[in-house]
């Protein structure tokens, strides 16, 4: 299994540039989600998909970041425009359907973001 | 509200037994996650528990009491290689199904020889 993949998996980019991070979940799993990691506020919950519905958007900072998943096998985060504060450590994680069982979320390698 | 405290840094010898613990208040409770974290990788999951009482996996040990809103990962015989961060996980309950994870900010271990 090649597990969850991620491109690119590191970014550099200039403040007010338009950034798209890409991740493919492990095949038979639909629940797919994102998070992102810095120092300050550890691993923050972005936004997470079933069967490509997104289902809990909360986490998604503010109207500059959005996320699709137009199938089972490939979703985006994007950010326009990005800022400074974006830098950090972008994660993706998949999962099978909860089902009260351990439906343990499995991370991809992460994507390194830093906005100039 | 939603809130995990883990200690922010740990040091162990290595050889030795080091337990960190976790507490947690959350909306609901539906099972609690250790993931291991080496730096500049990402989380692998550890352990998982749902029921109170002690899950063992080798070398890993995890604790859960419900009640006191408390879990602890316990690591024996330390190895070098163990020096991580260490994330607690709480999947909790709101209203419907989900698998929606709340992280603690992660203790980071060091092992010294």
């Known amino acids: 299994d090649a597990g969850v993949i991620q491109s690119p998996r590191h970014e550099v980019t200039e403040m007010g540039q338009e950034v798209t991070l890409r991740c493919k979940p492990i095949s038979g799993h639909n629940s797919l989600f994102w998070y992102r990691q810095t120092m300050m506020r550890g691993l923050e919950l972005l936004i997470y998909f079933n069967n490509n519905v997104p289902i809990d958007d909360s986490g998604m900072p503010e109207d500059r970041f959005s996320a699709k998943m137009p199938n089972a096998s490939f979703s985006t985060l994007k950010i326009q425009p990005s800022e400074p504060r974006d830098s950090a450590v972008y994660f993706c994680a998949s999962s099978l359907p909860w089902a009260g069982g351990r439906d343990t979320q499995y991370f991809g390698p992460g994507t390194r973001l830093t906005v100039l | 509200g939603q809130n995990i405290d883990q200690p922010t840094e740990m040091t162990a010898t290595e050889g030795a037994i080091v337990q960190i613990n976790c507490t947690y208040q959350t909306s609901g409770f539906n099972g609690l996650f250790w993931y291991q974290q080496h730096a500049g990788e990402a989380p692998t999951f550890l352990s998982y528990?749902?029921?109170?009482g002690l899950e063992e996996k080798g070398r890993f040990s995890s604790f859960l009491s419900r009640s006191k809103g408390y879990s602890y990962l316990l690591l024996k015989e330390l190895q070098m290689k163990d020096s991580a961060s260490y994330l607690c996980?709480?999947?909790?309950?709101?209203?419907?199904?989900?698998?929606?994870?709340?992280f603690g900010t992660g203790t980071l271990l060091a092992v010294q020889p």
């Open positions: 528990n749902v029921l109170d």
């Open positions: 996980a709480v999947r909790g309950r709101d209203g419907g199904a989900t698998n929606k994870l709340i």
